[in-house]
């Protein structure tokens, strides 16, 4: 018999149905108990049965420690020890799926081992050594077979690319949010031109900043350059320094190969002996520090222009999820943009991508996109079919761009949206519109959840537990459920809160709801959009 089983606070903010339901769910879990906790049911303790990797690639779950999934890959062929490494949130950041990017580095495709930036540096250290331990190896024998993709289909070649994208014009970026909102949140309006650039609703769109000129400026200052010097950019191409420190480099945060690079570089023995230890402990903190801030602390150490440059990590596109549907404006797309604004080292820094789009450019500016396809994110077939999407602040993007095809198609459907920010007041996204859908009927329902407007911190997921019923009732009518938003926490308790609701609601046991949820996945109904 298991004792002293957590339970849900009183000051957690849930009503006293909600605790009731989740503390049993989580007790459920933990006893490993065969029946749901429905008042007056007994409960016998059984195991819960295992359930199926998807694609039997275990490791596949960003849940799990980056050590633990390699274990699970032990033994497998080099790709899937590579794909385990990754942080298994198929973003496309990089590029690719985790397991694309894996089997192109293993192919010997793609050489850029730090493209995961969820991963950062732990994937690539980890990529790094099981390279290192494989080409160690003697070459397999392929009796003249190439080697399978496992069923999956190398993705159709883009006209442009993260290495290859086309340059558009910014067309607009008005604030959604108010003047006087603790967030900024953008509504950027693209122009593609005569591009011929195609994307579907749930489709991302990948852009290739720009650094901050001051940034860019001050890096120059700390280098003694003027910004003309010619440089072999990472292409191996000659450019002005200051081209490529704008427009092909990291410049918000270091990486352990520079810091090994400036101990080696070190003329004062204190700076020297810093970065030493910086570098045997992985980077410590030094990683956090724009290069600016790093090359003003360790003023001894500077390289040549061109080994400098060779230790930098290129530019990484960042992926947005497109908030339209080209059937409303084929030559137009349109992003919903979070600027970050965060105080680091003393000083105010912006996130690259955001403050780029939402603030620094002007209209008719040059923003260089490609599209992400993303083709496990698409509205059902069948437009009869419900559809739930869970979407709070810049989360409602792809939805928006379901109801935007929704109205060009002239459907009205059962379709919910779970909607949740801080302020109603402030920042209420797209209020104007989604109640113009709501009388259309283009949005059947619509549930909101404004966190900061009560005492207790209201969210979508409490949201959710308050419409268990009905949330279920249309997960029995075969509902797609989607959710956009922050992988780690919000993603991760919409998930819990989804398997609470099939297990008090259906009478299931915790082990039957999970079953259940990752039924759904299999069966395509179950879609995720998370960063």
Same mark, same amino acid.
């Given at each position: ?11 957690? !903010?849930?009503?006293?149905?909600? *605790? ?21 049911? &007994? ?92 080409? &160690? ?23 442009? %690319? ?76 000659? *450019? ?13 945060? &270091?990486? !352990? ?66 908030? %339209? ?6 030559? #137009? ?26 603030? *620094? ?11 992400? !396809? %993303? ?24 939805? *928006? ?33 989604? &109640? ?7 949005? %059947? ?8 407007? #009560? ?77």
């Amino acid at each position: 018999m298991i004792t002293n089983v957590p339970v849900i606070p009183e000051s957690a !903010p849930f009503n006293p149905q909600q *605790r009731a339901w989740l503390n049993g769910f989580f007790a459920a879990i933990l006893s490993g108990q065969s029946q749901s906790p429905i008042a007056g049911g &007994s409960m016998p303790a059984t195991s819960p049965p295992a359930i199926a990797a998807e694609e039997d690639f275990p490791w596949h779950d960003s849940t799990l420690p980056i050590a633990e999934r390699l274990t699970l890959a032990e033994g497998k062929p080099i790709e899937r020890q590579l794909m385990a490494a990754m942080a298994q949130l198929d973003c496309g950041a990089c590029g690719y799926l985790c397991q694309t990017y894996s089997e192109a580095i293993a192919r010997g495709e793609e050489k850029d081992l730090t493209r995961c930036s969820p991963g950062g540096n732990d994937t690539a250290k980890a990529l790094k050594q099981l390279l290192s331990i494989n080409n &160690s190896k003697p070459a397999p024998a392929t009796n003249g077979h190439a080697k399978g993709t496992n069923g999956h289909a190398a993705p159709a070649p883009q006209k442009y %690319s993260r290495t290859s994208p086309f340059a558009a014009k910014l067309i607009s970026n008005e604030r959604l949010t108010q003047i006087d909102a603790p967030k900024d949140t953008r509504h950027v309006v693209i122009d593609l031109l005569d591009s011929g650039i195609a994307y579907q609703a749930g489709d991302s769109l990948g852009i290739l900043p720009v650094n901050c000129p001051e940034l860019v400026k001050e890096v120059l200052q700390q280098l003694g350059a003027s910004g003309d010097e010619p440089v072999k950019n990472i292409s191996g191409e000659t *450019r002005r320094i200051a081209d490529v420190l704008a427009n092909e480099v990291t410049l918000a945060r &270091s990486r !352990p190969d520079l810091l090994e690079l400036l101990a080696k570089h070190a003329q004062v023995p204190g700076e020297r002996e810093t970065l030493a230890a910086a570098v045997a402990e992985g980077g410590s903190e030094l990683l956090g520090y724009d290069l600016a801030e790093l090359l003003a602390k360790f003023p001894s150490a500077r390289p040549s222009l061109d080994d400098f440059l060779a230790a930098l990590t290129r530019l990484q596109p960042r992926l947005y999820s497109i908030s %339209s549907s080209q059937l409303a404006n084929p030559k #137009q797309v349109t992003l919903t943009v979070g600027v970050v604004k965060y105080e680091s080292q003393g000083r105010w820094k912006h996130g690259v991508a955001s403050h780029f789009l939402g603030v *620094r450019s002007l209209p008719g500016d040059d923003v260089r996109v490609f599209v992400q !396809p %993303s083709p496990k994110f698409r509205l059902p077939s069948d437009p009869t079919t419900p559809v739930i999407m869970v979407g709070p602040g810049t989360g409602i993007a792809p939805f *928006r761009a379901f109801l935007q095809e929704r109205q060009a198609l002239g459907l009205k459907g059962p379709a919910w949206l779970f909607f949740g920010n801080q302020h109603f007041d402030y920042d209420f996204l797209y209020r104007d519109e989604l &109640s113009l859908w709501l009388d259309q009927g283009v949005l %059947s329902r619509l549930d909101l959840a404004f966190s900061r407007d #009560q005492a207790e911190k209201l969210y979508v997921q409490h949201k959710m537990l308050d419409n268990a019923a009905d949330l279920w009732q249309w997960l029995q009518q075969g509902a797609h459920f989607f959710v956009c938003g922050d992988a780690k926490k919000m993603a991760a308790d919409v998930d819990q809160v989804l398997q609470a609701i099939v297990m008090t609601q259906g009478g299931k046991t915790a082990a039957e709801a999970k079953q259940y949820v990752a039924q759904m996945a299999k069966d395509k109904r179950y879609h995720k959009d998370v960063y």
